[in-house]
């Protein structure tokens, strides 16, 4: 059956629960000691209150039995009183001087004391045992010196004793009595098997008295008795004086019963269909310890149709021969079924308490644990990432409580210290990114530093190297024009076939002497600088377009004009000229193509005046930018000579001023030439200009 509800536990999962659970683990620590005391008692008490109410029953039927014991031996002892008054009366006497034969008043005055006294026979004996009377009539002659009782009262004593009578001795006193004392047996189980058919012996109470005369002489003995078989007012006496009326509880019933052997001759026990149960017999096991041992019983047994508490006593006759038992009883089911009841009602109160015991525990066990539980549940809203989870106040003031308190102040020390290690890690962290920034800041510092020095010390070299080149070169060369102009005049006219050579010669000559020139300006401006004045840059820069502008001839470039400045600046008019042409010059190299070149002034309010030299030219890419200033960079191979805007530089910087560029790639370019007022030697703001 692989189907289990989805609801109902597996045992492992139940297991794995009660081991996962301290309150489970210490309500069982608790209620284990306790269920076990409980089974134990409940046991303890069953089989011992079992015990004790069995010998509780025994020993109410044994003194049951002993209340027919004393009846039974009143009843003889009523025979024997009976027996003895008559023998003494007056009436015996005078019947007795009249002759106690049947002529006399015997007959009649023993008929009468029979019926008096309730006895079944009364019969007047001789001295030696003999009956010279009786009553009922009938038995005269035969001789009764056989019984105890009689030969006690031959020696002049009154005597009782319970006899079993065989039917002849019935008989012999009347016909009557023997066939009143047979009982037909019936079968039993259980009994002891026998073929006998009918009980035909009688179970007799008789007493017998001397009779005196006037000197104290016996003169006769008075035997008289009653028949005990069949006589059923005797039976129901016993019952009725042992089992009073509210004496058992209700239901149960109370039985008494005389058995001649083991036979049932007088019972209010009945059978199944209400018919007294005469002639039934006793179980073998009773008679075998009743009858044979002599023992009393006092247990329960099987008596007819049900069970019966039964006390049973061995009756003894005159020889002290067991001749039959006594026996009183009551129906036990009832009792046990009240004990039983009374049991159950225990059993079912103990479970009720033990069950309402361990729910008591486990409440209480769970108002103990709920700091506890509450701290599990905290530690797994901390675990689900829920920093602020707190068990919170708690009602409970023992260690659990406490332990609850403790472990929140925990929580809430832990979260703080988080909080403060979090807040550290946060300033390191900043402090960090401000010191690499810093770094960077060093760094940049640093290369630009170097590079400056780089510079500077390239251009000392080279300072030293083109300023001795240069000198070198300028006499050299002053020689080759001096010559050539001399060559010129000589040759006059007849020079003209090698005029455009001549010219040629000249040029380049110029050129050299142009380079040099520009070399030793670089490396010692100084010496070159020029008168200062106040100049309007917008005026110079118009100049300057006229020197380039046969340089526009082969593009079509258009250049426009817009001097908006309004401030003059103090600066060399030669220099300036000469950084002006160099942007303006580098601006159409730019354009092969053609475009627009714009050139503007404006006011550098505060300071001075701003010059913008802006091409749509190819631009600059932007790994030349760092570059563009130094000496010696171009990218116009033999063309160029790199010193243009180095130059240009050193030149704007003696004035205090400075030359930026901005430029994309394929977009043009714009330099700015910033110029003081005043040419001093300050450096300016660029306010964010790339430069
Ligand atoms: P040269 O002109 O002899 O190369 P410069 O110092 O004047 O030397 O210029 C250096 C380099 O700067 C040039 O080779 C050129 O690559 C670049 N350059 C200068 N001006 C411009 C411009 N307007 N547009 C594009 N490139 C420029």
Redesign the pocket.
């Given at each position: 059956m692989p189907a289990v509800g989805p609801a109902r536990l597996k045992p492992s999962a139940l297991l794995r629960r009660y081991r996962a659970s301290l309150r489970a683990k210490l309500v069982s620590i608790v209620v284990a000691p306790l269920l076990v005391a409980l089974v134990a008692l409940l046991l303890l008490m069953t089989l011992w209150g079992d015990r004790v109410f069995q010998a509780l029953l025994a020993y109410k039927v044994n003194s049951d039995l002993l209340v027919a014991h004393e009846y039974f031996e009143h009843m003889v002892g009523g025979v024997k009183d009976r027996v003895l008054q008559e023998a003494r009366s007056h009436a015996l006497a005078e019947a007795l001087e009249g002759g106690p034969g049947h002529g006399g008043a015997m007959p009649a005055v023993l008929a009468g004391a029979r019926r008096a006294h309730g006895l079944d026979f009364l019969q007047l004996l001789d001295p030696q045992g003999r009956v010279l009377a009786a009553a009922p009539a009938g038995a005269s002659g035969t001789s009764q010196a056989g019984w105890r009782v009689v030969s006690s009262a031959a020696a002049g004593r009154a005597d009782a004793a319970t006899d079993a009578w065989s039917a002849a001795q019935l008989a012999e006193v009347s016909g009557d009595l023997a066939r009143r004392a047979q009982v037909a047996l019936r079968a039993t189980p259980n009994a002891a098997p026998t073929d006998r058919t009918l009980e035909t012996r009688g179970m007799v109470v008789h007493a017998a008295a001397p009779v005196v005369d006037g000197a104290g002489k016996l003169v006769a003995i008075l035997h008289g008795g009653t028949l005990l078989n069949n006589n059923l007012a005797f039976i129901d006496t016993i019952n009725a004086l042992v089992y009073q009326p509210e004496s058992l509880p209700r239901g149960s019933q109370g039985t008494a019963t005389l058995f001649l052997d083991d036979t049932r001759i007088a019972t209010n026990v009945r059978l199944f269909h209400g018919e007294r149960a005469l002639g039934t017999r006793v179980s073998r096991e009773v008679r075998d310890q009743v009858l044979l041992r002599g023992e009393k019983w006092l247990d329960l047994a099987f008596v007819v149709n049900d069970r019966y508490m039964s006390a049973y006593e061995p009756i003894v006759d005159s020889r002290g021969q067991r001749i039959g038992m006594l026996y009183v009883g009551y129906l036990a089911r009832p009792i046990s079924q009240a004990k039983d009841l009374a049991l159950g009602v225990l059993v079912g109160l103990f479970v009720l308490l033990a069950v309402a015991g361990a729910l008591f525990s486990l409440l209480w066990a769970r108002r103990i644990f709920t700091p506890m539980t509450r701290m599990v549940g905290t530690m797994r809203a901390l675990k689900a990432g829920n920093d602020n989870a707190r068990v919170g106040p708690v009602r409970s003031e023992d260690e659990l409580g406490q332990l609850a308190g403790q472990f929140d102040q925990l929580l809430s020390d832990l979260q703080q210290r988080n909080a403060e290690l979090r807040d550290w890690a946060d300033s390191l962290d900043r402090k960090v990114a401000e010191r690499t920034r810093e770094l960077e800041d060093a760094n940049t510092v640093l290369r630009a530093t170097r590079q400056q020095l780089i510079t500077s010390e390239k251009l000392a070299l080279a300072g030293q190297l083109t300023a001795g080149v240069a000198h070198e070169i300028n006499n050299p060369i002053a020689v080759i024009q001096g010559n050539l102009d001399v060559a010129r005049d000589i040759l006059g006219p007849a020079a003209e076939p090698v005029r455009h050579e001549l010219r040629l010669i000249d040029e380049q000559v110029r050129r050299i002497y142009l380079l040099t020139n520009r070399l030793l300006q670089f490396v010692r401006p100084e010496a070159y600088a020029g008168n200062t004045e106040r100049l309007d840059v917008g005026e110079v820069a118009a100049g300057c377009v006229d020197l380039v502008r046969h340089m526009l001839k082969d593009a079509a470039i258009r250049i426009e004009l817009a001097c908006l400045a309004t401030r003059r600046v103090r600066i060399s008019r030669s220099e300036l000229q000469q950084v002006i042409v160099?942007l303006l010059?580098?601006?159409i190299?730019?354009m092969p193509e053609g475009g627009n070149l714009t050139l503007a002034t404006r006011d550098w309010e505060g300071h001075g005046v701003t010059l913008h030299v802006r091409?749509t030219?190819?631009?600059?890419r932007e790994e030349?930018l760092p570059n563009?200033f130094n000496p010696f960079?171009?990218?116009?191979k033999q063309m160029?000579?790199?010193?243009?805007?180095?130059i240009s530089y050193a030149l704007v910087e003696r004035y205090g001023g400075r030359i930026t560029v901005e430029s994309k790639m394929g977009q043009g370019?714009e330099?700015i030439v910033w110029l003081r007022e005043d040419g001093s030697g300050a450096k300016p703001e660029t306010d964010g200009v790339e430069s």
């Open positions: 160099n010059t580098n601006a190299h730019a091409d030219g190819r631009g600059i030349d563009l960079f171009t990218t116009k160029g000579t790199g010193l243009g805007l180095s370019a330099f």
